[in-house]
């Protein structure tokens, strides 16, 4: 086979083998396929797409590009949960130990931020001492004694992936549908789990801005899981707004403490819930999704949770204090408030800006090495639908410095006021499972 006869091949739309995916993702990584040649192949699959069954090929060939994580000396089925990203999307750290406290395994391998999305590993670090690097023993080990660990990613699960994802990234190749659900299913199904929950997003705030984009990414996801043998679900969960009112690493980790607690945002809590429903179906704890529903709620109201959540914590060298004194988590010394001009209803919040301003405040990374202050972030104060007056405040911007005026007024942009309320929009969109 020759490299660019499988470019020529993509790019006039053709579908390319089994045996050809393989021997190029293989060439690539034994260094003799070079950057420009993968780059030209990303660029065609980007404007000709790829079939279910190419996708699944892709993620397979960067599955055995590198190690697999061996669970099966835990016992029972294995769950894990992924999200495409949003905007104070904390949802990974209350629903891990809520699951686990039900009697799930959760082996979660997460992720750091990049741009105007967080990342959940960078939130677990502003607990002090939390390790998020754990040896595959360890992290077999934590979850067969505590029921759950959130760790990142070991170096050697998938590595095609992560090359072909720094070419994506400087070449405009990002939201190609195809190479984000195999990058994505190439390291869950690495990881050994048994079943998947995905959560994608959609919105202005999310990689997938239309219904549509999301919807296809969705079944992809599933497609490939199915063809994996991984049993798995998405649902499409809407990103027109941030989540809760907290975006910033140590605010999100004492919001979800919160939530752990039974109180915090409604949102936050119900898509919580719902995923673990979600979660406690695929590991066959209950065939009835109402039912699941309900011992999720009951083990929040309980406290189980929680004390899951101290449990987990505790495992990975963090100072579990922070569950009763969420106060001794990382503060900023400035808190400044941003406040509406005019007066009338929310009828718009712009999620990314708002992502994109604690970015800049040093919440978040534009490049991946970019070291994190861990105590800023933006609290709001108004979400879609609720009244404002002139004067009132719209976000408190807590920041270690004195902040921009630029930024400020990106703020405050970022809150769209009309005159009417608008009308409520669901925040789980739509479920999508495997075809038959």
Do not use: C
């Not at 060939?61 to 992924?82: C, E, F, Q, T, Y």
């Not at 070291?371 to 609720?386: F, Q, S, Y």
Request: aromatic share 4%; proline share 4%.
């Amino acid at each position: 086979m020759r490299m660019v006869d499988l470019i020529t091949k993509k790019r006039d739309g053709k579908t390319l083998t089994k045996e050809e995916i393989t021997w190029l993702i293989g060439q690539y990584v034994a260094g003799e396929v070079p950057d420009y040649q993968m780059s030209a192949f990303l660029m065609a699959t980007y404007f000709q797409g790829m079939t279910d069954e190419e996708q699944s090929q892709l993620a397979f060939a960067m599955l055995d590009s590198g190690d697999r994580l061996d669970l099966s000396s835990i016992p029972g089925i294995k769950v894990d949960k992924h999200s495409t990203g949003g905007v104070g999307d904390k949802i990974s750290i209350p629903l891990t130990p809520l699951v686990a406290a039900l009697g799930v395994s959760v082996p979660m391998i997460s992720g750091r931020g990049l741009g105007h999305t967080g990342g959940t590993l960078d939130k677990l670090e502003s607990i002090h001492g939390f390790k998020v690097d754990l040896t595959e023993n360890q992290f077999i080990d934590q979850v067969q004694d505590v029921g759950a660990a959130i760790v990142s990613a070991s170096g050697d699960l998938a590595p095609a992936d992560r090359r072909i994802y720094a070419l994506r990234d400087v070449t405009g190749t990002v939201e190609s549908i195809p190479l984000i659900a195999s990058s994505i299913m190439s390291k869950k199904i690495a990881s050994g789990t048994n079943a998947l929950v995905f959560d994608v997003k959609v919105g202005e705030g999310a990689f997938m801005k239309t219904r549509a984009q999301a919807e296809k990414l969705a079944k992809a996801l599933v497609a490939i899981a199915k063809a994996a043998g991984v049993a798995s679900v998405a649902l499409l969960t809407a990103m027109d707004q941030p989540l809760g009112v907290t975006i910033g690493n140590s605010l999100e980790i004492a919001e979800s403490v919160a939530i752990m607690r039974n109180q915090g945002p409604a949102d936050v809590r119900q898509l919580t819930i719902a995923l673990a429903a979600q979660m406690l179906v695929l590991a066959g704890k209950t065939d009835s999704l109402e039912v699941a529903t309900n011992l999720a709620e009951d083990a929040l109201r309980d406290g189980r949770a929680l004390r899951k959540f101290k449990q987990l914590i505790t495992a990975q060298g963090g100072d579990a204090s922070i569950v009763d004194q969420p106060q001794t988590l990382p503060q900023a010394k400035l808190k400044v408030p941003v406040k509406a001009t005019t007066s009338g209803y929310i009828t718009g919040i712009d999620a990314e800006a708002l992502g994109t301003a604690v970015m800049q405040l040093g919440g978040g990374r534009a490049k991946q090495d970019d070291v994190l202050d861990l105590a800023v972030g933006l609290v709001l104060h108004k979400k879609v639908g609720t009244p404002v007056h002139e004067g009132d405040t719209l976000a408190m911007v807590h920041a270690d410095s004195e902040p921009q005026e630029a930024l400020l007024d990106a703020v405050r942009q970022a809150f769209v006021i009309g005159e009417a309320a608008p009308e409520k929009t669901p925040l789980i969109l739509q479920v999508v499972r495997p075809e038959a």
